[in-house]
């Protein structure tokens, strides 16, 4: 189902959006060498808690994954891409991490991942991949405009990433969002301009660029949810919530600036 919100809800969504964002930059800003994966989840859990939210991730059990994901926030490590189970790991100088978060709080969601890289010795190729990410994030969100369609914006976000020399993945994308994290139409990394849904305003999508280095394809982790690169290479993820608007996209998951 495609959900249309009104006006009302989209304000809803924005406070949603800030908050995700706050987090996303208060969980940056406090993670060091030594930080572990568990104090992430936990930091998390305590801020979604204190604004009132509920956690979209917690109790969610997909087809893709093993069970309910039990956790508060992915995190992916290096070559760990999307749903990265938080696991008992202290981050080491030079990793890249990803972390993906989502919440609902009055009855809008919003999602929200950033990549970085932890501590001095940043990897030049990881680098490169999390700018590649973010600037057809960018792409994306600049093509998301009333009128124009999902393969616009997919076609948009493909040409960055392939310009930028990566293979890209289709089996995971973005996504429509609203009163619930995962809906209709689904946004593949890469598309045919012209083609699928029209955009129109009080649509939310979720944009998800994301690369693995030298491969398209994905392994499952032990764990039953962690999917990382086949071949161990680097990866990187940017999302954003936007809703479209009369005017064209507006981005609803930036950080307000304020440290939760
Ligand atoms: N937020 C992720 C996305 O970008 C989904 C994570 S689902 C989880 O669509 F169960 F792994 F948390
Ligand atoms: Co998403």
């Not at 959900?3 to 995700?20: N, Y």
């Not at 009132?52 to 309910?68: K, L, T």
Request: charged share 20%.
């Amino acid at each position: 189902m495609i959900e249309i919100l009104s006006p009302s809800e989209v304000a809803k969504a924005r406070v949603t959006g800030a908050l995700v964002a706050d987090i996303l930059y208060t969980l940056k800003s406090r993670t060091t060498v030594g930080t572990n994966l568990l104090d992430i989840d936990r930091w998390t859990k305590e801020m979604i808690l204190k604004a009132g939210a509920e956690s979209c991730y917690v109790d969610y059990a997909p087809s893709f994954g093993r069970g309910p994901f039990g956790h508060y926030i992915c995190t992916g490590v290096n070559d760990a891409v999307l749903h990265g189970l938080p696991h008992d790991y202290q981050l080491a100088d030079g990793d890249l991490l990803t972390l993906d978060l989502a919440v609902l709080k009055d009855g809008v969601a919003a999602d929200s991942a950033i990549s970085f890289v932890v501590g001095e010795s940043a990897p030049p190729s990881g680098v490169a991949m999390i700018e590649a990410t973010e600037r057809a994030l960018s792409a994306g969100i600049a093509a998301a405009v009333p009128g124009a369609r999902i393969g616009d914006i997919s076609h948009a976000i493909g040409s960055v990433l392939g310009a930028a020399g990566y293979p890209v993945n289709v089996e995971f994308g973005g996504h429509g969002i609203g009163s619930t994290m995962h809906q209709d139409p689904h946004v593949p990394n890469t598309g045919r301009p012209g083609r699928g849904y029209e955009l129109r305003p009080g649509l939310l999508l979720a944009l998800e660029p994301w690369v693995m280095e030298d491969t398209a394809k994905l392994v499952t982790d032990a764990d039953g949810w962690t999917l990382r690169s086949a071949t161990g290479c680097l990866t990187a993820h940017s999302e954003h919530t936007i809703a479209i608007t009369d005017s064209g996209a507006e981005i609803l998951t930036l950080p307000t600036g304020t440290l939760l």
